[in-house]
């Protein structure tokens, strides 16, 4: 802790950047996966450096003749990085410092119906990247110690739960010291410190249920798998990695789908309001004089030139 505050502070004393904040909470995250790496790779050493007795897929495939230890060091690794990978997707998504926010930001200009859907659309397209993680995660550790692996793989993403969990809790403390703050009547500088804590918690608070929500996907495959076989149940077609990997993206492709459409309608609206307010400034007459027109082929042909060329990657989808 005394290292990860140390971090986030600057030596001239000045309120910390976001930045340099979530750099303070990324580099807390790093070190707890290094040391659980090291004992994780002691661990599988010493208490798998015999052959596996019964390590067995569901379909046949056996791993009963290799040693285990790396196969099963290799899930958890697995694991532990897509954890950290979700974590940092889910930080770029949600920081104020980054295009995604950003860009909603600047969708204020155009009216509160521009904001709503640009955020939609990015929060749709922010589950692309955590769920091909997954994906990822569940054939890799499949192919190295079978489904029992995939559980393994669980447990080296929860392996940081100490960690994540303390950060999803930091945002709504650092929410009331800025309220207590406020309300007190502190000094302004206080209020300055307490602001960018404050922000830093909305991203802390995202990147917690991030980590949840991964770790939820591969522990249901885990728990399906356990009931099949203490039921004998074989004939269940998402007891096959491919198929399951299948479900994944293929419950993916609507929220990219939707991503893709809403932000190309965006894009769209607003080169349309740009146009329409760039006419009422070089001639305001239009507002006022019923024999003025506006230009409308220019609206027009940006209406056809956006249908036509926002829909080429959904299109390919």
């Not at 290094?34 to 790779?41: E, Q």
Request: hydrophobic share 45%; proline share 5%.
């Amino acid at each position: 802790c005394t290292v990860h505050i140390k971090i986030g502070m600057r030596p001239d004393g000045t309120p910390p950047s976001l930045d340099d904040l979530l750099a303070a909470m990324r580099f807390n995250v790093i070190v707890a996966s290094v040391i659980i790496t090291i004992c994780v790779l002691f661990l599988c050493v010493f208490f798998f450096e015999s052959e596996a007795d019964d390590i067995d897929d569901v379909d046949g495939v056996s791993y009963d003749q290799l040693n285990p230890g790396p196969r099963l060091f290799g899930c958890i690794l697995l694991g532990l990085i897509v954890g950290v990978l979700i974590g940092m997707v889910t930080e770029y998504f949600t920081s104020h410092t980054k295009e995604p926010t950003q860009s909603i930001g600047r969708a204020t200009e155009f009216g509160p119906g521009p904001v709503v859907i640009q955020g939609l659309g990015m929060g749709m397209l922010s589950t692309v990247v955590p769920l091909l993680l997954i994906v990822c995660a569940v054939l890799g550790a499949y192919y190295l110690a079978g489904f029992y692996g995939t559980a393994v793989a669980v447990c080296g993403m929860l392996s940081t739960l100490g960690v994540t969990m303390s950060t999803d809790a930091y945002g709504p403390v650092s929410d009331n010291a800025g309220g207590i703050a406020e309300m007190s009547g502190l000094p302004s500088w206080v209020r300055e410190y307490t602001d960018g804590l404050d922000a830093l918690g909305n991203t802390t608070a995202a990147t917690g249920k991030g980590f949840a929500n991964g770790s939820a996907v591969l522990s249901a495959l885990s728990l399906l798998t356990a009931f099949a076989r203490v039921a004998d149940i074989d004939s269940v077609n998402l007891l096959r990695p491919v198929v399951v990997i299948g479900v994944l993206i293929g419950s993916l492709l609507p929220y990219v789908f939707g991503a893709m459409t809403m932000l190309s309608v965006n894009k769209a609206a607003q080169e349309m309001m740009h146009e329409v307010r760039r006419q009422f400034l070089a001639n305001p007459a239009i507002l006022t004089d019923p024999d003025q027109k506006p230009d409308y082929n220019r609206c027009v042909a940006i209406s056809c030139k956006s249908a036509l060329k926002e829909m080429l990657l959904p299109g390919v989808l």
